[in-house]
């Protein structure tokens, strides 16, 4: 299996909403992320996740809430958002990251498309 | 601070042409280089990469990159272009001491029949 899997597809919210965005992949990488693309720009890192611990948040707000339930998940918890964050969610992961292990590519899954009314 | 420059929006070409997409990097150190095409509605689809070694770097679909050191460099390219290579491309680079991949913006590239 050489997939990431995203759910849901399409998501439509309003701002006092809660909900999730979810993520899997089964080729026991150790690295996953999440990428915010806007239409016709390049996806912006938000979060890292390395061997199931938070590595890098850039400096996302906190109306996002990233978790790693296990190696094979990866969960955005999304609460009281703006009408600016209708994005394509993007999820992807990599083989093992120990340093000096960088080189390995991202595998991404296709997105949830989120608008935020 | 590292970023990846890719200075065209847009490149068309004809259909069994030569194609080329443009990246220039600015990293300190030996970088990992990347590309990445992206369909409409889709993720992104990895297409090569330079580690080290051989500055010709062979990828998925045809496709090649050239890493040139010293003018920091890893055009894409590929020898006669299809209808169905218009998509998006990014370039990425990724500093070897940093889990954090940057991105450059984008160019759309326009496959005319």
């Known amino acids: 299996d050489t997939e990431v899997t995203q759910t849901p597809k399409h998501l439509v919210m309003g701002m006092t909403n809660k909900k999730s965005l979810k993520c899997e992949q089964h080729?026991?990488?150790?690295?996953m992320y999440w990428y915010k693309q806007k239409a016709k720009k390049p996806p912006e890192l938000m979060f890292v996740?390395?061997?199931?611990?938070?590595?890098i948040n850039e400096s996302v707000p906190s109306r996002f809430s990233p978790e790693c339930p296990n190696s094979s998940l990866l969960n955005l918890h999304l609460h009281a958002l703006q009408p600016e964050d209708s994005a394509l969610y993007l999820c992807?992961?990599?083989?093992?990251?120990?340093?000096?292990?960088?080189?390995?590519?991202?595998?991404f899954g296709p997105g949830t498309r989120l608008t935020v009314l | 601070a590292q970023s990846v420059a890719q200075p065209e929006d847009q490149v068309n070409v004809a259909e069994g042409n030569p194609l080329t997409v443009k990246c220039t990097y600015s990293?300190?150190?030996?970088?990992?280089l990347f590309w990445y095409v992206q369909y409409p509605n889709r993720g992104l689809q990895f297409l090569l990469k330079?580690?080290?070694?051989?500055?010709l770097v062979k990828g998925s679909y045809g496709f090649e990159a050239e890493f040139n050191k010293s003018q920091t460099s890893f055009h894409l390219k590929k020898p006669s272009a299809l209808v169905s290579d218009s998509a998006l491309y990014f370039c990425?680079?990724?500093?070897?001491?940093?889990?954090?991949?940057?991105f450059g913006k984008g160019t759309r590239l326009h496959i005319l029949p």
């Open positions: 996740y390395s061997y199931e611990k938070l590595s």
């Open positions: 990425a680079v990724r500093d070897r001491r940093d889990d954090k991949i940057i």
């Open positions: 992807a992961s990599s083989q093992d990251p120990k340093a000096g292990e960088r080189s390995n590519e991202q595998f």
């Open positions: 080729m026991g990488h150790r690295a």
């Open positions: 330079y580690i080290t070694g051989d500055n």
């Open positions: 990293v300190s150190g030996n970088p990992y």
